[in-house]
DNA sequence: CTGTTAGCGCTTTCAG
DNA sequence: CTGAAAGCGCTAACAG
């Protein structure tokens, strides 16, 4: 494996100028410049980056943490980091926690021991929780909630779920039920909030037996929706705290014979593409995945380069989707 | 920012005791074992990993190049990857290629400048527009494709094919048309390959004008379904060479006023979480994209560690799932 | 078991 | 503009 000494010896020059050729070219003579790209090429040199790295005490890497990457919102703002990055010169290194405090441990460590330069969480957290932040460690929440300790990246999940449900109330339902994310997730929270907000502004009283408890997966939507198909008194309207658990909903109501969205209305959140082909299609919110990664990217390589970003919470317009999953009530 | 040094000094002893106690502490007393941890507790020393790979020589990082990330396939393959690498201590280097040549090349530089020992690619490929193998590169294929020309990981793609059309054929079908993926996509002509095969042995000779081509994507299925509802001696069943597209054939035809599967029976290929959720359910073939992953990983591991992987070519099995989209046709 | 020492391959002053 | 030389922080002989 040829070194730069090697390439110094066959171009007849020192390693410094090598160095230089590859580093700031402007400062070597075009011969020596010829020179050295000819060494180069004969000995097939690559330069050894892990050297170039260590000596820079720079490693030009990001570390990405997401609880689960096989989750196509999370996807998506990865891929919206990547390009950020690469244009950058930045890699990303891809820390798939599964949902673990100890993996996240693992993963901040990797910027402590300077194999990275800062993480990006995809994880929302608020304080209690929170690794991050943590000194030494730049770090910036993507997908994030109210209250992030740190950097972060979201969209206003309260004031969208105001909108969902004051377009729910605007059909004329007035019995709103709910299928949540876990209890204790902050999205849960947030959202939570903005519907109870909502039905309070409307003269609602809240009523806990028509917020069932998911977690945000195919087979909590389901069985929320046959529990609510046991219920006397059955709301006309479901707002889904995300697609999959709305999607699952709709099948679970088709089954037991009702129509969505004749007989029951039904949202989501995320605006996953399946949302806008599945029959009905889904009435939604839809975040902007990508560029939250994109924008997360941005400022953390901001505050790797030294620059202190404008603002500490980044929060980015949703677009509330309204198609056919939603319609008045039957009276 | 304290260095080894700093712990020897304040431990009393050498530098290379205190790497000892890091890496090899059996071979260190107790007692300045002891003393060692006090001095890096204290201290709250990290060790730099970068200085530590790059005296080691050893990277302990694998990349992944994927065409797509925002594919849940993908994602999936990629899941397995991080569970095997992570229990080995390797660190995944996401490389999102956006199906850029010029991208792949500049990740396979990564592994050539010693930045990661080796690379697993997930975009199907053949001899013609292979980068892989390359020499210093240890790499392996997964989810590739017949005669890919290094280690790999895969399904039966063709046998599959021929399953999907032989249980058409059972069900009575005798025109069976196909929404394929891009001509020259290495899955795309094994599939193919595997349609020609079942109905010529079937005695039903093949036409091209109903074999559509799609480019995997929503919106191709969507178009090829409905040039199929234009043709006058229509299809009673159609093979879709992806989940996605098939779900758009369903949504297309659905729109059309034709039902699944009473006027139309519709395939499809990867089972994605959706296919089982969507009305009608997919009939389609899994793959085990996981297993993919982690077969790929523990493949590229072996080399790293330069073992000899008992085979080039590792097939997985695939299973045919039997759903609600594919029923006999009218007569 | 412990300390000493010689680098890994590269960048970066600093003279010349 | 170029070369010489001093390390970056750590590991791995080797000798004691």
Not at 54 to 77: C, E, G, Q, Y
Not at 310 to 326: D, G, K, M, N
């Amino acid at each position: 494996m040829a070194t730069i000494r090697d390439v110094a010896q066959e171009a007849g020059l020192s390693t410094g100028t090598v160095s230089k050729v590859l580093s700031h070219p402007e400062k070597v003579s075009k011969k020596n410049q010829i020179k050295v790209h000819e060494a180069i090429a004969k000995l097939n040199y690559k330069p050894n980056m892990l050297a170039q790295k260590f000596r820079s005490k720079r490693s030009n890497t990001i570390v990405v943490m997401v609880p689960d990457i096989a989750n196509l919102f999370f996807a998506k703002v990865i891929s919206g980091i990547e390009t950020v990055a690469q244009a950058s010169g930045f890699s990303v290194l891809l820390g798939d926690t599964k949902d673990s405090l100890a993996q996240e441990k693992e993963f901040i460590k990797m910027v402590e021991t300077r194999l990275a330069d800062g993480v990006i969480n995809l994880r929302p957290y608020r304080k209690s929780d929170a690794l991050l932040p943590k000194d030494g460690v730049l770090s910036v929440a993507a997908s994030s909630c109210e209250n992030t300790p740190s950097y972060s990246v979201r969209i206003d999940n309260v004031g969208a779920s105001v909108k969902v449900i004051n377009h729910l109330l605007s059909l004329g339902h007035k019995r709103i039920g709910v299928i949540s994310g876990l209890k204790n997730n902050p999205h849960t929270i947030d959202r939570l909030k903005g519907y109870k907000q909502a039905i309070a502004e409307a003269g609602i009283d809240y009523d806990p037996s028509i917020v069932i408890e998911g977690d945000f997966n195919y087979w909590s939507g389901l069985s929320a929706a046959e529990q609510f198909c046991k219920m006397t008194d059955r709301p006309t309207a479901i707002c889904c705290f995300n697609d999959e658990m709305a999607i699952a909903a709709i099948k679970g109501f088709s089954e037991k014979g009702l129509k969505v969205p004749q007989d029951i209305s039904i949202t989501g959140f995320d605006d996953m593409d399946v949302s806008k082909y599945i029959i009905p299609t889904l009435t939604t919110v839809a975040q902007p995945a990508e560029k939250m990664g994109e924008r997360s990217a941005e400022l953390l390589l901001a505050l790797i380069n030294e620059d202190t970003p404008s603002a500490t919470e980044h929060i980015l317009p949703y677009e509330f989707v309204i198609r056919e999953s939603t319609a008045p009530p039957r009276h």
